[in-house]
């Protein structure tokens, strides 16, 4: 999974050069951010649940009521 963060931050560089930073969110209740570290991304804060969760867009249910980590990459 490192590697395809990889070719995706390549990728990414190659075809919108403007993007200077790659964020992703970690669901805690199913993952430990392994392929992050592996990957060089930092870890720059956590988001605590707090019954409200993460639903930024008009979804009929929460995707995950877990706690999230966020992870950065600068390019």
């Known amino acids: 999974a ?3 963060l990889r ?5 990414i560089r190659k075809v919108r050069p403007e ?7 970690q669901d805690t209740e199913v993952h ?3 392929i992050y570290k592996a990957a060089g991304w930092n870890a720059v804060g956590i988001k605590k ?10 979804r009929p249910t929460m995707q995950s009521a877990a ?6 990459l600068l390019l």
């Open 2 to 4: 490192s590697r395809m």
């Open 7 to 11: 070719i995706m931050r390549l990728m």
């Open 19 to 25: 993007i200077v930073k790659l964020i992703s969110y």
């Open 32 to 34: 430990k951010g392994t």
């Open 49 to 58: 649940n707090i019954g409200t969760g993460w639903q930024t867009r008009n």
């Open 67 to 72: 706690d999230k980590i966020r992870w950065e």
